[in-house]
């Protein structure tokens, strides 16, 4: 192969690594897996490993024609769909149908399952006939970052490789000063409402912070999914763009509410430190009330409505008496 065609590095943060070591190996002597389960932190830091797993399997001095991965004929690709970022029972199918088939110019074919916890059951099952009988000259890379969202039968027929993420921090434009002026309102809620103007007030402070929450996840969002769009090599459906912006949404949001958890506590450190019982009373009901909403995301519930609920119930917890 020409150089232009050679291997690409893996991952920085993965130079040198025991679990690239053992691939490698493994690549190079015919011994690796059909099966691979690549778990980790970050879908993108996941992604860049089975490229660079379906790029040493597949440009090979057999091969007739070098491609990159994401635009190799014999390089196969499973995402979710549609704004419930589910992987269907027919999609999964035609995957399999794909694999069936010979190779077009490599020795063998690979197939890339992204996100494979958000297979419904009927394609979980589906696909885990094809990993007790898998398709000869085959690789199956499953990508998630909820392994243990996975049916326990897909995961004990695949060799499981993890990749923690190391990536850089990423702060949403006006998320700071958000956080800043989430913890004034605490601060003013934590020094009494005396009257029905500070009422509302603070009422209205908790609107005005989930309205400025809701802007600055939908900028973040559409910049990020820009950003990642203009990368992308390969042509998507209209169902499968909508999936993976929703799930750069639902990414972004996590870390936002983790921001705020990490925020009502910074806020709270100074007064439990004097040992204040009101003070650790309401971090306590706010972090559980918090950790509920969340929960609630999971199920599809609004983020605003989410945040809004929140907001309200810690009003009334930060502003209590002992």
């Known amino acids: 192969m020409s150089a232009a065609s050679a291997s690409p590095s893996w991952p920085a943060s993965l130079a040198g690594t025991p679990a690239v070591a053992v691939i490698e190996r493994a690549i190079e002597r015919r011994r690796l897996s059909h099966s691979l389960l690549i778990t980790g932190d970050d879908h993108d830091l996941l992604l860049a490993v089975a490229y660079s797993i379906a790029d040493r399997l597949l440009n090979t001095p057999q091969s007739s024609a070098p491609f990159p991965p994401d635009a190799h004929p014999d390089c196969f690709q499973l995402r979710p769909a549609k704004k419930m970022r ?8 035609e995957l399999i149908g794909k694999v069936q088939v010979s ?82 309102w605490l601060a003013r809620l934590t020094k009494g409402i005396a009257d029905k103007k500070a009422i509302a007030d603070a009422v209205l402070g908790a609107y005005g912070l989930t309205a400025r929450f809701g802007a600055v996840l939908d900028f973040a969002t559409s910049d990020i999914w820009k950003k990642q769009k203009a990368t992308l090599t390969v042509e998507l459906t209209n169902d499968e763009e909508e999936a993976m912006e929703v799930g750069i949404s639902n990414g972004l949001r996590s870390r936002l509410f983790a921001d705020i958890e990490r925020a009502t506590r910074d806020y709270a450190l100074p007064s439990l430190r004097n040992n ?17 909403v969340v929960g609630l995301l999971r199920l599809n519930m609004n983020e605003s409505a989410a945040l809004e609920d929140f907001l309200l119930s810690s009003l009334r917890l930060w502003t209590r008496k002992s």
């Open 86 to 93: 589910q992987i269907s029972a027919d999609s999964t199918r």
């Open 276 to 292: 204040s019982e009101l003070s650790r009373r309401a971090l306590t009901d706010s972090i559980e009330k918090l950790e509920h």
């Open 103 to 184: 190779p077009t110019v490599a020795t063998q074919k690979v197939a890339i399952i992204h996100e494979c916890d958000r297979m419904n059951i009927s394609a979980a099952n589906i696909f885990l006939k094809t990993l007790e009988e898998p398709p000869a000259n085959t690789t199956l890379l499953l990508l998630t970052t909820r392994p243990y969202a996975l049916l326990t039968t897909i995961r004990s027929r695949c060799l499981n490789f993890r990749f923690p993420g190391v990536g850089a921090a990423f702060t949403p434009d006006g998320w700071s000063a958000w956080l800043a002026d989430y913890q004034a």
